[in-house]
Antibody, heavy 117, light 107 residues
């Protein structure tokens, strides 16, 4: 069974950093592109980052480019999201997901990030 | 970026009623469209991809159709467990973008 378990969320002040992790199991992690998607409270979904199977290619929307970095450790079946210079508008639940053929196949349960002073 | 306009924003349906949700893309997306279901307090789940292909395990009462810029999700016979938010998403061009969502409630 595919399992994606996010961790590392919490309350952080504006301008500070936070690193999210996602532990994957139940599938061959190294064979799949992975992604992060976020959802602000009571709002819609926003794609945040995608990474290729080897980690050599990464993609971001303009809203986080230069501040967020997606990475992976295939040996540990783990996905990461380093978030720097956090803003209040980054407050959201962050989901890791398997990204296949342009779609988000399976999603984790999500982790909440609150950016507030 | 491709804008996805979803309608209606909310609707309520009776048990067994057929429901339709629509998604309009700001440009043609060549059937590169998915639908997700998100139940209250849960993460989204992929229902349909490539506009009309059912994800494994999804009940056959769910179906997708459309072409060009207009796409729709149909639920043939509303069930209590279908009460959820539904989102469309285009995968035709980066960045992948989502519709604002439709809240479906059981009447």
């Amino acid at each position: 069974e595919v399992q994606l378990v996010e961790s590392g969320g919490g309350l952080v002040q504006p301008g500070r950093s936070l690193k999210l992790s996602c532990a994957a199991s139940g599938f061959t992690f190294s064979n799949y592109y992975m992604a992060w998607v976020r959802q602000a409270p009571k709002k819609g979904l926003e794609w945040v980052a995608t990474i290729s199977t080897s980690g050599s290619r990464t993609y971001y929307p303009d809203s986080v480019k230069g501040r967020f970095t997606i990475s992976r450790d295939n040996a540990k079946s783990s996905l990461y999201l380093q978030m720097n210079s956090l803003k209040s508008e980054d407050t959201a639940t962050y989901y890791c997901a398997i990204f296949r053929y342009g779609y988000f196949d399976y999603w984790g349960q999500g982790v909440m990030v609150t950016v507030s002073s | 970026d491709i804008q996805m306009t979803q309608s209606p924003a909310s609707l309520s349906a009776s048990l067994g009623e057929t429901v339709s949700i629509e998604c309009l893309a700001s440009e043609g997306i060549s059937n590169d469209l998915a639908w997700y279901q998100q139940k209250s307090g849960k993460s989204p789940q992929l229902l349909i991809y490539a506009a009309s292909r059912l994800q494994d395990g999804v009940p056959s009462r769910f179906s997708g159709s459309g072409s060009g810029t207009r796409y729709s999700l149909k639920i043939s016979g509303m069930q209590p467990e279908d009460e959820a938010d539904y989102f469309c998403q285009q995968s035709y061009k980066y960045p992948p973008t989502f519709g604002a969502g439709t809240k479906l409630e059981l009447k």
